[in-house]
Nanobody, 126 residues
Framework: QLQLAESGGGLVQTGGSLRLSCAAS????????IGWFRQVPGKEREGVAC????????NYVDSVKGRFTISRDNTKNTVYLQMNSLKPEETAVYYC???????????????????WGQGTQVTVSS
């Protein structure tokens, strides 16, 4: 059974940093791509970043480039999202998700992901 569990959310001041974790079970990271998404109540869930399954190629949405870094530790079967220089408008529930078929590239588009975690709240105070 494929499962994802996010952790690491919390309250941080503007300009601060957080590192989110996405622990995978029921599969190996080398077989599936992982994406990070975020959602504010009443708004669409939006993609943030992703990492492909085989090559580990990463992709980011423009708004987080240079500030966020997605990485993975295959020995721990965990993907991380390092978030720096956080802004109040980035307050949201952050989710990780997984999909097959993205070995060498990936897209942080929610429609291609089939399994989701429960999310972790990130609050950036102004």
């Amino acid at each position: 059974q494929l499962q994802l569990a996010e952790s690491g959310g919390g309250l941080v001041q503007t300009g601060g940093s957080l590192r989110l974790s996405c622990a995978a079970s029921g599969f190996n990271l080398g077989s599936r791509a992982i994406g990070w998404f975020r959602q504010v109540p009443g708004k669409e869930r939006e993609g943030v970043a992703c990492i492909s399954s085989v090559s580990g190629t990463t992709n980011y949405v423009d708004s987080v480039k240079g500030r966020f870094t997605i990485s993975r530790d295959n020995t721990k079967n965990t993907v991380y999202l390092q978030m720096n220089s956080l802004k109040p408008e980035e307050t949201a529930v952050y989710y990780c998700a997984t999909t097959t078929g993205w070995e060498f590239v990936c897209l942080p588009k929610k429609r291609v992901y089939d399994t989701w975690g429960q999310g972790t709240q990130v609050t950036v105070s102004s």
